[in-house]
């Protein structure tokens, strides 16, 4: 089991920064892919950004240029650095952490944290 907790959220003014970190229970970024998603109010929960064991990234295009996701493995912990926010980017965020051990999959998700952009 993994228990994932997101911090850094809050109310940001449009073009402003905020750095999310979500900080796993234990040692797990060598063996699950790790991602950031996203849910607005009314709409369903998307892939923000993503980053692999082996530590390549892919970002959705609507944040590409502006988010940077990183992990520390150190740390057990994972970053999402948000530049120039815009209104749209208002959404729960949330961390989620993924692995396949033989045939089982295994899908870890944090309680969110709330990103809010307004002027």
């Known amino acids: 089991q993994v228990q994932l907790v997101e911090s850094g959220g809050g109310l940001v003014q449009p073009g402003g920064s905020l750095r999310l970190s979500c900080t796993a229970s234990?040692?797990?970024?060598?063996?699950?892919?790790m991602g950031w998603y996203r849910q607005a109010p009314g709409k369903e929960r998307e892939l923000v950004a993503g980053?692999?064991?082996?530590?390549?990234?892919n970002y959705a295009d609507s944040v590409k240029g502006r988010f940077t996701i990183s992990k520390d493995n150190a740390k057990n912990t994972m970053y999402l650095q948000m530049n120039s926010l815009k209104p749209e980017d208002t959404a729960v965020y949330y961390c989620?952490?993924?692995?396949?051990?033989?045939?089982?999959?295994?899908?870890?998700w944090g309680q969110g944290t709330q990103v809010t952009v307004s002027s």
């Open positions: 234990r040692s797990i970024f060598s063996t699950h892919a």
């Open positions: 989620n952490a993924k692995t396949l051990i033989g045939l089982r999959a295994y899908d870890y």
């Open positions: 980053i692999t064991s082996g530590g390549s990234t």
